[in-house]
């Protein structure tokens, strides 16, 4: 059981935000609480670091520049942060709308109980918050 | 209602907020009563036979000691050529299968190809790699593909093993020995069968997590034949799930017969359009 860093909150400072999210304890911060909280999390852009730097191997700096920067082009183009995007071209870029994981049928976030506050989740993304 | 402790859509896929909250639960109780996932402890076999592949699983899902499912289907359609049996947590088999078989489907519809055995055995190969074991599906696919019969089973940490005869779950050491002894290349089929079923037989003896009725799936290139159950166990109980009763079992006293007088009083004829 090694502690890892990615779980800290990650507010001005790094400091536990105990209006908005309640109260912390060091240990949930340090050591993750299920053996696969981590590798989730960062599946997709572990999986998308290997596969970039392979392509840089084989076909030189440029094919992974251009993939990169419509990847960046794609996904600015989502709704406000409360709505729902279908992120179609990002699918399509990446080839994954031709494909069913467990990331479509579980916690569906079209489907998810919780709704936010639309200002604060805006200014949130902003980075005004 | 809106939160305003929500910042950000939460993302989707499995979902760990509870983790810590359960194993804080587990210590509380002292090491006993938390609830057991169904599992199948089950006995499956695949036998490679001249014609195509012989699949054979138990009916028996255990919810540790208590037999939670007498008529569990364990074999698990994945593409009309490819079947698959699974152990393990039952849940997570289901959902695997039904996964793969849906990911099968859209290549199919993309490409205009049947599926291939070993693209399913890719597509799970990586999906359980990926949940590093959490995931307590153990698979046998066998099917028949334009490359020929193929058996192929897959562990739940990932790992593919390609063999003529396979067994797995609880009762996999039983049934082993019994494929071991009677296995023979480019068998006959009723003989497949028969030695499938002795399988089977032999993990329900001894294991007793399998139990009750043994099924059988049959994959040649002409089709599927999908017996359930091929064998049903000398235990079973008679209560029918329907109480109908037997015409005769009130006596008739006595019978009256009135016709009915019709007249015809109007006919029309309409044509219809067929243009």
């Not at chain 2, 950000?8 to 090491?31: H, I, K, V, Y």
């Not at chain 2, 037999?67 to 849940?91: E, F, L, S």
């Not at chain 2, 082993?176 to 296995?183: N, R």
């Amino acid at each position: 059981i090694v502690p890892v860093a990615g779980l800290c909150p990650q507010g001005a400072y790094g400091v536990q935000d105990s209006l908005r999210g309640g109260f912390s304890s060091v240990k949930n911060e340090l050591l993750p609480s299920h053996p696969l909280e981590l590798s989730e999390k960062n599946f997709h852009l572990n999986q998308d670091k290997m596969n970039l730097s392979t392509l840089r191997n084989i076909q030189g700096l440029h094919a992974p520049l251009k993939l990169q920067m419509e990847y960046r082009a794609a996904r600015q183009i989502q709704r406000l942060p409360f709505l729902q995007s279908s992120h179609l071209a990002l699918d399509t870029l990446r080839g994954s709308d031709d494909v069913i994981g467990f990331e479509d049928i579980l916690s569906d976030p079209a489907q998810s109980e919780m709704m936010g506050e639309p200002h604060l989740m805006v200014e949130y993304k902003l980075g005004l918050l | 209602m809106a939160l305003s402790n929500v910042l950000e859509t939460p993302a989707s896929g499995f979902n760990f907020d509870n983790a810590a909250r359960n194993s804080a639960l587990e210590g509380l109780f002292g090491g006993g009563q938390t609830p057991k996932p169904l599992k199948t402890g089950t006995t499956i076999a695949g036998v490679v036979f001249k014609d195509g592949v012989v699949l054979g699983a138990d009916t028996r899902a255990t919810s540790s000691e208590v037999v939670a499912d007498k008529q569990c289907a364990k074999i698990h359609y994945i593409a009309p050529n490819i079947y698959c049996c699974g152990a393990g947590t039952a849940a997570d088999t289901e959902k695997t299968t039904e996964l793969l078989s849906s990911n099968l489907a859209i290549f199919s519809l993309n490409s205009g190809r049947n599926p291939r055995v070993v693209m399913g055995v890719n597509i799970l190969q990586d999906m359980l790699y990926r949940y590093h074991g959490q995931i307590g599906a153990n698979l046998i696919l066998g099917g028949v593909d334009c490359t020929g019969n193929h058996l192929y089973s897959v562990g739940p940490y990932g790992s593919v093993n390609k063999v003529p005869y396979l067994t797995m779950g609880s009762g996999d050491l039983a049934a082993l020995g019994i494929l071991e002894d009677g296995f023979r290349p480019d068998l006959e089929l009723e003989k497949a069968k028969e030695l499938v079923r002795v399988a089977i037989h032999a993990g329900i003896m001894s294991d007793l997590g399998s139990g009750n009725n043994i099924d059988i799936c049959v994959i040649t290139k002409e089709g599927v034949d999908y017996i359930r159950p091929y064998r049903e166990s000398e235990y079973r109980d008679n209560r029918k799930m329907k109480y109908k009763y037997r015409p005769g079992t009130t006596p008739v006293l006595t019978e009256k017969v009135v016709p009915l007088k019709l007249e015809v009083v109007q006919e029309t004829v309409q044509q219809m359009d067929t243009a």
